[in-house]
């Protein structure tokens, strides 16, 4: 590893993820540049760098000097020269986002550890921080079981939202009988108000590569596909890039740190279905077919790309696994609680005052993310519910809130933690309004194989839609819970089985508001 | 597989052979509608030959054509030696393959559940008012990611957050800065173009 070179006394960091980058950091970069021309003496330097987490601040910049850290949010192109030359002045007070605040001290990094440190569309960033030292570590010391163990031992469960244990898929897929294995990294992340996995690969790029590389060798594949969604185009843009430089420098390609491991790595784009982010439905559009799933058994891990063993995880789940085996299995089961071990990350937006990226120990409470570290609703009101899982998730209700956010309990409240998109939701949002936003979603984007799916999604919608605009009648509720567990017991893939979930939650825990929708109705 | 050679990859239908689409304004000058032979060869040499290659392949011929003509499907078809049913198919399946022309300019609103949650309805309904008009359309996207500005709206490629959405006239005014014209008379005699609106 090459030895970091010493830090300058005084650095700025500017964020260049889609976030900050929508809200203008491309112009305050280019105005602190100009500004840095017209001083006489040393200017500090200005990096590039991944997500800096509160995002609903953003163009965010950080600036590390020797008299410690801050962070402004918005700042104008005309502060730029005062923030260079003055960086003390109070004048700068109103666009200082104070750190000390829960939002960033309840972070627990692991996943997102050098996101916001390094540049990424620097490998030379990436490998001063430590990336691809745990690759060789593995390479050269390790057998894959003894990959395998750690990982197993750590509990660490897949993040996409099934929550499937990741040691045991890995040794799945590596005790299939001999021959061509193939790892995939399921970056197609489709659920609306969810941008963890983005965040990864906007501002790391080279951890993903580093984690999906140590997966390769530990089911002793050597090929793979990452499959991200076009709708992410600086995520694709840093990730060939990325992928580019991981080649030229060894990290991929033959004979990895002079092992006898290679792994040929090649970028796949969707091409705008939902239906993707399940897992054959994936390997169907890696093989440029129609994204349409087909049923398990056999499962992936059997039968997968070319009929051969395929490995496929999350963006989240292969972040994770150089921290895991840098510091062993047993470190990372230490984090969270129960049969949820290790760190989530969670996307937080909505009606919440703080938006942005959170990675929190799982276990900790809803209401310490949304309340504590999220800052409750905008407008100070209290917050109604929380929505977790997407499309294929529900609502928790505001008197819920202490429920730990963990796998298990989620489930338990017709819920589900999800791939980690986190959307608070207002006093002003009627429920049934939002379940009928979720299942228009799911009419559009069901493939169309499946009867109950394709025809049953479309019932839903017209019977909320009745309610909503108040001609439903009596038995409608009954008949809308009916139709809403026959979809769920008989649809092919997870994305029909989970997409009566919103309508169901809200059906139970706010189950006045469609009544009194009916009521309204005229007899 | 075997690979077709360039001069195999000629397109099988010319452009008059595919009756216009209808909603397809005619007074403009049609969009090319298919690739040079070599055009295509280059895209081939870049993504492959292999039925596996098609989506990209389509993604490069979308770029360079604006959308997806049937005769340019065809040409892909031959080239990778895939029934045309399948291209078609292929190409249809995915929403961001467009299969008509898009129009000189765009509206989309963001409908993540964020931009929801923060009236992107009310955003929807007013732009529903003023588009139909020629020559714009009117899209609903997921989300765009930018979630911190919800609601959002990307007016012709350009990213615009946080509408007024709750104040009805201060939203008109909003649209009209951001470069949204304003509704036509509804007496206004419906043109052939007019039906360009609303695509969901």
Redesign the interface.
């Known amino acids: 590893m090459t030895p970091s070179p010493p830090r300058p006394p005084r650095e700025l960091r500017i964020c260049t993820a ?2 900050c980058l ?2 203008g950091s491309g112009a305050l970069q280019a105005s602190l540049e100009r500004a840095a021309t017209g001083i006489d003496g040393p200017v500090p330097p200005l990096r590039r760098v991944g997500c800096l987490r509160l ?2 601040r ?1 163009p965010l910049l950080a600036d590390d000097g020797p008299r410690g850290r801050q962070l402004y949010g918005g700042l104008p192109e005309e502060a730029a020269a005062l923030l260079l030359e003055q960086p003390e002045a109070p004048a700068l007070e109103a666009w200082r986002v104070p750190l000390q605040q829960p939002f960033f001290q309840l972070q627990h990094p692991v996943v997102l550890e050098h996101c916001g440190r390094v540049d990424p569309e620097s490998i030379d960033e990436a490998l001063a921080a430590g990336t691809y030292a745990t690759l060789r570590q593995c390479l050269t010391a390790l057998t894959p079981g003894q990959v395998r163990e750690q990982v197993r031992r750590s509990g660490l469960r897949g993040r996409g939202g099934a929550g499937y244990p990741t040691g045991l898929k890995w040794d799945t897929v590596a005790l299939q009988p001999p021959g061509r294995r193939w790892v995939v990294c399921n970056a197609d992340e ?1 659920d ?4 963890m996995d ?1 965040t990864v690969l906007e501002s790391d790029p080279h951890r993903l590569i580093e984690g999906l590389a140590i997966a390769a060798f530990a089911v002793g594949a050597d090929r793979g596909f990452v499959y991200v969604r ?3 185009p600086l995520a694709i843009a840093r990730l060939r890039l990325a992928l580019t430089a991981a080649r030229q420098h060894g990290w991929l390609g033959p004979a990895i740190a002079g092992s006898r491991f290679s792994l040929d790595l090649q970028l ?7 239906v993707c982010g399940e897992e054959t439905a994936l390997l169907a ?7 349409t799933p087909r049923p398990r058994p056999p499962y992936p891990a059997q039968h997968g790309l070319q009929g051969e063993p395929t490995l496929i995880n999350n963006v989240e789940t292969l972040a994770a696994i150089p921290a895991i085996l840098r510091q062993g299995g047993d470190w990372y089961a230490s984090i969270g609680s129960g049969e949820s071990r290790g760190t989530k990350v969670f ?1 937080l ?3 919440v005052r703080h ?2 990226v959170v990675e929190v120990p799982l276990g900790v409470s809803l209401r310490q993310v949304v309340e504590t570290m999220g800052g409750g609703s905008r407008d100070g009101r209290p917050i109604k519910a929380v ?1 977790t899982g ?1 499309p294929s998730g529900g609502c928790i209700p505001a008197a819920l809130l202490d429920t730990p956010v963990d796998y298990g309990s989620l489930r338990e409240l017709g819920s589900m933690l999800g791939s980690g ?1 986190m ?4 006093q002003d ?1 009627p429920m049934p ?2 379940a009928h ?2 299942i228009r ?1 799911s009419v ?1 984007e069901s ?1 169309g194989k499946c009867l109950p799916c394709r025809a049953g999604t479309v019932q839903l919608q017209q019977m909320l839609e009745r309610i909503l605009q108040g001609e439903a009648g009596a038995g409608d509720l009954e008949r809308l819970e009916e139709l809403c567990r026959m979809v769920a017991a008989t649809s092919l893939c997870g994305l029909g089985q989970a997409a009566p979930s919103p309508v169901l939650s809200s059906l139970r825990w706010f189950r006045h508001e469609y009544e009194a929708a009916c009521a309204a109705t005229p007899p | 597989m075997a690979a077709l050679s360039p001069a195999d990859a000629e397109p099988h239908g010319s452009p008059a052979d595919v009756p216009a689409p209808p909603g397809v304004a005619t007074t403009e000058a049609l969009p090319e509608e298919t690739l040079p032979p070599e055009e295509l060869e280059g895209i081939l040499q870049r993504c492959g030959r ?7 392949v ?2 490069q011929l979308q770029q360079r054509l604006g959308h997806l003509s049937r005769p340019a499907l065809g040409q892909v078809a031959l080239a990778l030696a895939l029934p045309p049913s ?1 291209v078609l ?2 190409a249809s ?5 467009r299969l008509q022309p898009p129009t000189p300019h765009r509206c989309a609103v963001c ?4 931009c ?3 009236g992107a ?1 009310l955003a929807i309904e007013a732009l529903r008012q003023r588009l139909p008009q020629p020559g714009w359309s009117l899209e609903e996207v ?9 609601p959002v709206l990307q007016i012709d490629g350009v ?1 615009q ?1 946080d509408p007024p959405v709750a104040d009805r006239e201060g939203l008109a005014r909003w649209l009209s800065a951001a470069g949204v014209p304003q509704a036509v008379a509804l007496t206004a005699p419906a043109g052939p173009a007019l039906t360009a609106g609303a695509q ?1």
Do not use: K, M, N, W
């Not at chain 1, 609306?192 to 941008?195: D, E, L, N, R």
């Not at chain 2, 399946?93 to 393959?97: A, D, K, M, T």
């Open positions: 889609s976030g929508q809200a995002c609903g953003g489709g609306p108000g969810a941008f983005r076009a709708e992410y796949r784009v969707g091409a705008g279905a939902y559009s890696i093989s440029g077919r129609r994204g996307s937006s909505g009606d938006t942005g929505q997407g998109g959307v608070v939701i207002g949002t309004a939002l936003h979720f979603f559009q493939c | 292999d039925p596996d290659a098609l989506i990209e389509l993604h399948h198919g292929v399946f995915y929403h961001l393959f409908l993540g559940t964020a929801f949650v923060r309805g997921g989300c765009l990611g930018a979630c911190s500005r919800g990213l957050g969901r």
